[in-house]
């Protein structure tokens, strides 16, 4: 069972450049979110998920894009990086689809640099 | 504005002491309230999970208290050992979503 997988670990990508966080996850999760991670900003909630077809927008959604095809996967697209992009990035599901997350499976993260 | 305050010094601690971590938080009415645990390089691992209707909650070593006339909730580590050493994150329910403070780094020193 490999719960939450993000590909990849680890991208440096130049300002302007776009690219796509890939998370899955095999635990039949109804709710799918993403969090940036920053020294002394903590977690921040980006997009998230009830369920496939569902997507909302976080505290942080500007310069991301997310969509829900399957209840498997959930990819964060960046349009045009910026250096203030540069993060570290996870995903997490939940089994609950419904008005509280519950408890939440992380991924191990991505780590962007946006040069 | 909403807010969710852990301490951010790191707590240091004597091997077997018990450790005490809080969260404090405003303009919040979260009908849960969770800890996570983490490790350098390594996401979030889930501890407890805590309702408003319960006072206490425990796992193990692992204690967590919630007052929400105090709006702050504490947690506990009993017996403490190196292994304990990490983030300590908590993290308020809202609708769909769960907000979480900038952590709290604990290390036990043998």
């Known amino acids: 069972n490999a719960g939450v997988t993000q590909t990849p670990k680890f991208q440096v990508l130049k300002t302007g450049q776009s690219m796509t966080l890939q998370c899955a996850q095999d635990?039949?999760?109804?709710?799918m979110s993403w969090y940036r991670q920053d020294p002394g900003m903590g977690l921040r909630l980006i997009h998230y998920?009830?369920?496939?077809?569902?997507?909302d927008q976080g505290e942080v959604p500007n310069g991301y894009n997310v969509s829900r095809s399957t209840t498997e996967d959930f990819p964060l697209r960046l349009l045009s990086a910026a250096p203030s992009q540069t993060s570290v990035y996870f995903c997490a599901s939940s089994r609950t689809g419904g008005g509280n997350t519950g408890e939440l499976f992380f991924g191990e993260g991505s780590r962007l640099t946006v040069l | 504005s909403q807010k969710i305050e852990q301490n951010s010094e790191a707590l240091n601690i004597q091997e077997g002491k018990t450790a005490t971590l809080t969260c404090n938080y405003t303009n919040y009415s979260p009908a849960y309230l969770q800890w996570y645990r983490q490790d350098p390089g390594r996401g979030p691992v889930f501890l407890l999970l805590i309702r408003e209707n319960e006072k206490e909650k425990r796992k193990e070593r692992l204690k967590v208290t919630f007052d929400t006339t105090l709006n702050q909730s504490l947690f506990h580590i009993t017996a403490s050992q190196p292994a304990d050493s990490a983030t300590y994150l908590c993290a308020l329910e809202g609708f769909q979503k769960l907000v979480f403070g900038t952590g709290t780094r604990l290390l036990v020193s043998p």
């Open positions: 635990m039949n999760h109804e709710y």
């Open positions: 998920s009830v369920g496939a077809g569902i997507t």
